[in-house]
């Protein structure tokens, strides 16, 4: 069963920095394109970047420019580099995988991490 975990969150004020870490079990890792996703109270889930093995991101326009999205397969491990952070920006982030296909469901998700930005 594939278990992803989540790290790195905290508070910070606008205009900080902060790298999250999610960590993938099993063997899938390389086979996936992965994402970060949030959710902030009283909103729905949305995913902010993706990466497939190209190591080339997409991003979501809100973050576009502060957000770097990175991968290391050896490690299975999907990193979020954050900059110039906003209050709009708090919410729990989440990783998973991009479903690429209708078959292909989100594996089950971790706890999350949250990030808070404010002074």
């Known amino acids: 069963q594939v278990q992803l975990a989540e790290s790195g969150g905290g508070l910070v004020q606008p205009g900080g920095s902060l790298t999250l870490s999610c960590v993938v079990s099993?063997?899938?890792?390389?086979?996936?394109?992965w994402a970060w996703y949030r959710q902030a109270p009283g909103k729905e889930r949305e995913m902010v970047a993706s990466?497939?093995?190209?190591?080339?991101?997409k991003y979501s326009d809100s973050v576009k420019g502060r957000f770097t999205i990175s991968r290391d397969n050896a490690k299975n491990t999907l990193y979020l580099q954050m900059s110039s952070l906003r209050p709009e920006d708090t919410a729990v982030y989440y990783c998973n995988r991009v479903r690429l296909t209708v078959e292909a469901d989100f594996y089950s998700w971790g706890q999350g991490t949250q990030v808070t930005v404010s002074s």
């Open positions: 099993g063997s899938i890792f390389s086979m996936n394109v």
């Open positions: 990466i497939g093995n190209s190591g080339s991101g």
